[in-house]
T-cell receptor, first 113, second 112 residues
């Protein structure tokens, strides 16, 4: 079945460490997105990519970095510069034309030790 | 810029009650509109969508009609079940592959 796989489901980070969250999709979608969700709140866009080797900052990009070397993969690195990284991170993908809806992974919950 | 406003929750209902979650939007042109549902500890699932004025999206007993005159996309279900307990997000998209703008989400709790 096609879908989006995020791993790991739970992730713990020590203060001062960088950590990378994985997102892989086999839907043949061109566009991919990273969102952050804090408890009881909506989703905020961190980064998005419309095409391989290109990506743009979203609303809250500071302290995060991404790469898009392959169409299927859009990893997110939470750097030590992100002072409040504890959150639920959601990856999504969509077509660039035609079907408009974004499809979401099951999320990664990041916590600071 | 684009924005989506949802009614604040939590909304607490008894089983078989009627559910309405209000959603209004601000956008230029003709955005596509979506409702997503998030069950505890999971990602978002697309519930329904509408791409032009007067379109009605429907799925799993839920319905929403794209009302351009009132810039609204209210979600309704005639008879809720305990399994409908979740957080519901209204969202808009201006162009295919473009960014989604989400509302803040509305938590719904259905009691037996």
């Amino acid at each position: 079945d096609g879908g989006i796989t995020q791993s790991p489901k739970y992730l713990f980070r020590k203060e001062g460490q960088n950590v990378t969250l994985s997102c892989e999709q086999n839907l043949n979608h061109d566009a991919m997105y990273w969102y952050r969700q804090d408890p009881g709140q909506g989703l905020r866009l961190i980064y998005y990519s419309q095409i391989v080797n290109d990506f743009q900052k979203g609303d809250i990009a500071e302290g995060y970095s991404v790469s898009r070397e392959k169409k299927e993969s859009f990893p997110l690195t939470v750097t030590s510069a992100q002072k409040n990284p504890t959150a639920f991170y959601l990856c999504a993908s969509s077509m660039r034309t035609g079907e408009l809806a974004q499809h979401f992974g099951d999320g990664t919950r990041l916590s600071i030790l | 810029g684009n924005s989506v406003t949802q009614m604040e929750g939590p909304v607490t209902l008894s089983e078989e009650a009627f559910l309405t979650i209000n959603c209004t939007y601000t956008a230029t042109g003709y955005p596509s509109l979506f409702w997503y549902v998030q069950y505890p500890g999971e990602g978002l699932q697309l519930l329904l969508k509408a791409t032009k004025a007067d379109d009605k999206g429907s799925n799993k007993g839920f319905e929403a009609t794209y009302r351009k005159e009132t810039t609204s996309f209210h979600l309704e279900k005639g008879s809720v079940q305990v399994s409908d307990s979740a957080v519901y997000f209204c969202a808009l998209e201006k162009a295919a592959g473009n960014k989604l703008t989400f509302g803040g989400g509305t938590r719904v709790l259905v009691k037996p």
